[in-house]
């Protein structure tokens, strides 16, 4: 342990991804002193971090546009239109709306965020361990290169995607990948240039491509149907989703195991690319940090969302948010249903569901919010990510004045702009 001092705080949040970003920034506009904890030297999670350039969740899926997440998420929007990008929505294959980004935009805009909020933003810092009083989370211990610091809170949330203050505050888990348990694939989203200007991604020929490759290859590629591919605003360059693999997502040696095949697939699958009339100098620009992890492991909640609300599209009047992208299960690389949500288009998310069982101040956002294996598809994805992200941190924030209520709780977020009615 290092001399640095400790430091206090109302609010703690680990994770500067969608959930992290706006549960700190929600804590924050209460008057809680908040701070944030991410791992990267940048905001954004998945979208900054593993190329994942869509946000989905926005909105409810149909003919019309119907907005489903409000509040800080439309904030976020609001400012990256504000430095030049479009956040007009567009249609996927899959019949819904998803909005199109790009990396170093979502960096900037995460920045701008949090600065106009005053939260304290520890770059490039881990959590590595938890002081418990009880049932309760006194400190956590953070760690950067320079050695390891304790932040100590009323409260704290677990916006990390993977458990991880979940994990060292010893909450049970209901999914867990080191236990054997079945998770969701990743998948590595790889960026395109040197494609012809106004030529388009022709599946039907892709896919077509890939099954001629399939029939003597040692590897067959997944995605026998060529992946989804986007042409991206502003840049023009495509960005092409079709590697899956299992990984378990949380040991070093599995995860870059699973990165060091995605790269090999990236460049292999470009040489089929290259086949495509106009995109015969394609070229890969990037692909992320880390490969794009669906689930790891995800801590038991007091109260999950369900595959079944959602099916019903199930209103409540505890409801903290809007649940509206289909349940996108993948279960295994490569194979992926869609079940749509009934009732309106939306189900409300309930309270429990960010709230960790057997821990008095820990609230969970994002990845971790509770849900069950099919309702999971749904609640993870990064614009509903914004919507619980910004309910944890209220949570969390009333917590501390005892005044976490159902009904305090949802007056401070419409006061807050977010969609719960």
């Given at each position: 342990?290092s001399?640095?001092?400790?430091e206090?705080?109302?609010?703690?949040?680990v994770?500067g991804?969608a959930?992290?970003?706006?549960?700190?920034?929600a804590?924050?506009r209460?008057?809680?002193?908040?701070?944030?904890?991410?791992?990267?030297?940048?905001l954004g999670?998945?979208?900054?971090?593993?190329?994942?350039?869509a946000?989905?969740?926005?909105?409810?899926?149909?003919?019309?546009?119907?907005?489903?997440?409000?509040?800080?998420?439309?904030?976020?929007?609001?400012?990256?239109?504000?430095?030049g990008?479009?956040?007009s929505?567009?249609?996927?294959?899959?019949?819904?709306?998803?909005?199109?980004?790009?990396?170093?935009?979502?960096k900037?805009?995460?920045?701008?965020?949090?600065?106009?909020a005053?939260?304290s933003?520890?770059?490039?810092?881990?959590?590595?361990?938890?002081?418990?009083?009880?049932?309760?989370?006194s400190?956590?211990?953070?760690?950067?290169?320079?050695?390891?610091?304790?932040?100590?809170?009323?409260?704290?949330?677990d916006?990390?995607?993977?458990?991880?203050?979940?994990?060292?505050?010893?909450?049970?888990?209901?999914?867990?990948?080191l236990?054997?348990?079945?998770?969701?694939?990743?998948?590595?989203?790889?960026?395109?240039?040197?494609?012809a200007?106004?030529?388009?991604?022709?599946?039907?020929?892709?896919?077509?491509?890939?099954?001629?490759h399939?029939k003597t290859?040692?590897?067959?590629i997944q995605r026998a149907?060529?992946?989804i591919?986007?042409?991206?605003?502003?840049?023009?360059?495509?960005?092409?989703?079709?590697?899956?693999?299992?990984?378990?997502?949380?040991?070093?040696?599995?995860?870059?195991?699973?990165?060091?095949q995605?790269?090999?697939?990236a460049?292999?699958?470009?040489?089929?690319?290259?086949?495509l009339?106009?995109?015969?100098?394609?070229?890969?620009?990037?692909?992320?940090?880390?490969?794009?992890?669906?689930?790891?492991?995800?801590?038991?909640?007091?109260?999950?969302?369900?595959?079944?609300?959602?099916?019903?599209?199930?209103q409540?009047?505890?409801?903290?948010?809007?649940?509206?992208?289909?349940m996108?299960?993948?279960?295994?690389?490569?194979?992926?249903?869609?079940?749509?949500?009934?009732?309106?288009?939306?189900a409300?998310?309930?309270?429990?569901?960010?709230?960790?069982a057997?821990?008095?101040?820990?609230?969970?956002?994002?990845?971790?919010?509770?849900?069950?294996?099919?309702?999971?598809?749904?609640?993870?994805?990064?614009?509903?990510?914004?919507c619980t992200g910004?309910?944890?941190?209220?949570l969390?924030?009333?917590?501390i004045?005892?005044?976490?209520?159902?009904?305090?709780?949802?007056?401070?977020?419409?006061s807050?702009?977010?969609?719960?009615?």
């Amino acid at each position: 342990m290092s001399d640095r001092r400790a430091e206090r705080y109302d609010v703690v949040v680990v994770g500067g991804g969608a959930a992290g970003m706006s549960a700190a920034v929600a804590a924050a506009r209460t008057g809680a002193k908040t701070a944030l904890i991410e791992r990267y030297g940048f905001l954004g999670g998945a979208a900054s971090n593993s190329l994942v350039l869509a946000y989905c969740g926005f909105f409810q899926k149909g003919e019309r546009q119907v907005t489903a997440v409000r509040g800080i998420g439309e904030h976020f929007l609001n400012i990256l239109g504000d430095i030049g990008q479009d956040v007009s929505p567009l249609l996927s294959p899959s019949g819904n709306r998803i909005i199109l980004l790009d990396p170093e935009a979502v960096k900037f805009a995460g920045d701008r965020l949090l600065e106009q909020a005053n939260v304290s933003v520890f770059l490039h810092s881990r959590v590595t361990g938890a002081t418990m009083e009880g049932d309760r989370i006194s400190s956590v211990t953070v760690t950067d290169h320079g050695g390891s610091f304790e932040l100590s809170a009323d409260a704290f949330v677990d916006a990390s995607g993977e458990a991880t203050l979940s994990a060292l505050a010893g909450v049970e888990m209901t999914a867990d990948s080191l236990m054997g348990q079945h998770v969701q694939p990743a998948s590595m989203p790889v960026r395109i240039g040197g494609v012809a200007p106004g030529i388009g991604f022709d599946r039907e020929r892709v896919a077509a491509i890939i099954a001629e490759h399939n029939k003597t290859a040692d590897k067959p590629i997944q995605r026998a149907d060529g992946g989804i591919m986007f042409r991206l605003p502003i840049s023009n360059d495509y960005w092409w989703m079709a590697i899956d693999l299992a990984t378990d997502g949380l040991t070093g040696a599995d995860l870059g195991a699973a990165e060091r095949q995605a790269r090999w697939e990236a460049w292999r699958n470009l040489g089929l690319l290259r086949q495509l009339p106009g995109f015969e100098t394609a070229y890969i620009i990037s692909t992320g940090p880390q490969i794009g992890i669906r689930e790891t492991r995800r801590p038991r909640s007091r109260e999950d969302l369900t595959g079944e609300a959602l099916q019903q599209g199930l209103q409540r009047e505890d409801g903290i948010g809007r649940a509206a992208w289909p349940m996108e299960v993948h279960e295994a690389p490569g194979k992926v249903r869609f079940i749509d949500i009934g009732g309106e288009g939306f189900a409300d998310i309930p309270p429990g569901a960010l709230q960790a069982a057997g821990r008095d101040n820990l609230f969970l956002a994002g990845r971790v919010a509770g849900a069950d294996a099919v309702a999971y598809g749904s609640s993870r994805v990064m614009g509903t990510a914004f919507c619980t992200g910004q309910a944890a941190g209220v949570l969390a924030a009333l917590n501390i004045a005892g005044k976490a209520n159902i009904a305090a709780v949802r007056r401070e977020l419409v006061s807050q702009g977010a969609l719960i009615c």
